[in-house]
């Protein structure tokens, strides 16, 4: 009767857990949504006042005109970069929510929406199938919330090998332990591997990739560039538009 006394309280906490944990992340949500609309308008507007600024820089040929159209420019890649992010954030947050709305109606016994591993039911396996490791309501169901193919490999390998040394189980234990109260790291890379669309050969890359000598284009000046290129494309347009640089000169540097 304790044991169930107890068991109870602790579902009903972790009830209570999810639910305030859903409310906090659909407030989130809803305030990366408003931000998002609010850039998108913000990027028509300057998207508008750009285009003014520069037919007043062919049809009066002022610098004044051709700076607004360079500046109209700059804060345009400014906004639809804070737009991009503030809808990354909002598909994140939602992301989260339905991570812990899974989990509360996991808590009544609603598994759903996790994969039962049925493609792993091997009649002939010494134990699994015996054991109710795979399929509706078994071990695989309750247990995974893997996010990646090779993710769900190593569960699988996990739940049919039997020849685990002491140490690695211990060594497994001790993680489950850290891991246990660490629910904001464990969310958050469930709901950032949700959107990695991981191949077979992804991971054989990866190795290659680690193990090859760094390259000069590194990942934040491949980033830099993606940001100047463009802009530097538009203001020589808006420039030659303007009358104040040929369009043979760039002809013949190209």
């Not at 538009?234 to 303007?242: E, Q, S």
Request: glycine letters at 4%; a positive charge; aromatic letters at 12%.
């Amino acid at each position: 009767a304790y044991y169930c006394t107890k068991r109870t309280g602790t579902m009903k906490d972790l009830k209570t857990f999810y639910i305030n944990r859903i409310a906090q992340v659909t407030s989130n949500e809803a305030r990366f949504h408003k931000r998002a609309q609010l850039f998108s308008a913000g990027r028509l507007a300057i998207a508008f006042f750009a285009l003014i600024c520069l037919w007043k820089a062919v049809t009066t040929v002022s610098t004044i005109w051709i700076n607004l159209v360079l500046v109209g420019i700059l804060l345009f890649l400014i906004v639809v970069w804070l737009d991009a992010r503030a809808n990354k954030r909002q598909r994140y947050f939602n992301r989260l929510k339905t991570i812990n709305e899974r989990e509360k109606a996991a808590l009544d016994g609603d598994f759903v929406t996790f994969q039962n591993g049925e493609n792993y039911l091997d009649p002939e396996h010494p134990f699994t199938f015996d054991l109710d490791i795979f399929g509706t309501n078994a071990v695989f169901q309750l247990v995974n919330r893997t996010c990646t193919p090779s993710g769900e490999l190593l569960l699988v390998q996990s739940l049919t090998t039997s020849s685990f040394g002491e140490t690695t189980i211990i060594e497994r234990q001790m993680a489950i332990h850290e891991l246990s109260t660490l629910v904001d790291f464990r969310q958050a890379f469930l709901a950032i591997g949700q959107v990695m669309k991981e191949k077979p050969e992804d991971i054989k890359e990866l190795i290659i990739w680690l193990n090859s000598p760094m390259s000069f284009a590194s990942r934040s000046f491949i980033r830099l560039l993606s940001f100047l290129l463009p802009s530097i494309i538009l203001t020589t347009v808006a420039i030659v538009i303007a009358g104040y640089l040929r369009f043979s000169f760039i002809i013949f540097f190209a």
